[in-house]
């Protein structure tokens, strides 16, 4: 695997192999790679992005063949390309009067990013993918006022089929101050996994968030967390797949739409709704097999911070579907371990510090111990 390095100081006159030959644009990074092969899947190439050393750097899509994309693997079918934000500050991209953010064919993934717009926002999705087909994965990204108001802020792809291989998905993203056609929404047939997700003070067209899954391959939908928004349409829908351990609170739903919303099969599982408004005075569609839906004060730690976690008081801690409950089972890339029932929301994960294991010898002398256990193997 080829690493190409972008810092605010390089040049696209560079090779980019090296900290010290660094590019200047991420797309001139893009073009800069070589051979890839559609077959050999993800990770064939990285791009690290940089802030400066002491502060938070933008970028622009300025380079010249890629002026309309920040990012672009679909230029050139740059397959398996992931584009992170290598820090140590932040690193903005500026999506103002492009025409998105970033534009990704198969096998790509993006990490890390702050997606904005200093003036005019993107005429297009913010970030889409190449194909309804294509497999794509979204991490730890921001997305803040970015996008224009006729369009989708993410709009995905996704296989119709799980892999043991390359599993599609957005995780840990928060989407905020967006005034567009939806948060988050996917193709048909989609079985991608959409997990700790939170979007707030928000207005969409229609859904915040809305899922299209696959009929005999059940998507992931969880733990999603929305407030403070408006929506034309149902605040989270999916199709097919589960919404599990979610939340909606202090949220306004345009006509008889409502604030959760399954299609084909589909279940709301272990959810909370709270202080949200609607004509219809309907939560959840008529008919759904909802199970266990909360309708208290989620109580966040400090809302008007935008600090969406919950007080150990919370009705919503511990609440949730765990491994046994869920498609897939309970997990998350990072590998951690975390409660189970888990907490709902978008910061619902509560890692659970694994104890070292310690070998010791002992030679001679006595040891008393007064209470506890302990193994020997």
Request: proline share 3%.
């Amino acid at each position: 695997m080829a690493i190409y390095y972008v810092t605010p100081t390089g040049s696209d006159s560079n090779d980019g192999t090296a900290p010290g030959r660094s590019m200047r644009t991420i797309n001139g990074a893009i073009q800069a790679i070589g051979s890839v092969n559609y077959g050999n899947g993800y990770d064939q190439n990285e791009i690290r992005v940089y802030s400066s050393a002491s502060a938070a750097a933008t970028y622009f899509g300025n380079h010249a063949q890629y002026n309309s994309n920040i990012i672009n693997t679909a230029q050139g079918q740059k397959y398996g390309t992931t584009v992170v934000a290598a820090g140590p500050h932040d690193v903005v991209l500026d999506c103002a009067r492009k025409t998105r953010g970033a534009h990704l064919t198969f096998y790509s993934t993006i990490r890390g990013f702050n997606f904005t717009a200093s003036v005019t926002p993107t005429t297009d999705s913010t970030v889409e993918t190449e194909y309804s087909s294509t497999q794509y994965r979204i991490e730890d990204c921001t997305f803040d006022n970015c996008t224009d108001t006729d369009s989708v802020c993410v709009a995905t792809g996704g296989d119709n089929s799980r892999s043991s291989r390359y599993d599609s998905w957005v995780k840990r993203c928060t989407f905020k101050n967006l005034d567009c056609t939806a948060a988050l929404w996917g193709p048909t047939n989609d079985v991608s996994v959409w997990e700790s997700i939170l979007v707030f003070d928000s207005t969409f067209d229609f859904n915040a968030v809305q899922y299209s899954g696959n009929s005999s391959n059940y998507g992931i939908i969880r733990h999603i967390t929305v407030d403070n928004c408006t929506t034309g349409r149902t605040v989270v829908l999916s199709n097919y797949s589960d919404i599990v351990n979610s939340i909606v609170s202090n949220c306004a739903v345009v006509s008889s739409y409502r604030f959760y919303d399954v299609d084909n099969e589909g279940t709301i599982k272990n959810c909370l709704a709270y202080n949200n408004t609607t004509s219809s005075g309907s939560f959840f569609f008529d008919g759904d097999p909802t199970s266990n839906i909360i309708t208290a004060d989620p109580t966040y730690t400090d809302r008007s911070a935008k600090d969406f976690s919950l007080l150990t008081t919370s009705p919503a801690k511990h609440v949730g579907s765990g491994s046994n409950d869920v498609v897939g089972g309970l997990y998350d890339i990072l590998s951690a371990s975390y409660e189970s029932p888990p907490s709902l929301g978008a910061y619902s994960f509560e890692i659970v510090p694994v104890p070292p294991s310690e070998v010791f010898t002992i030679r001679g002398g006595e040891f008393t111990i007064k209470g506890g256990s302990f193994n020997m193997q």
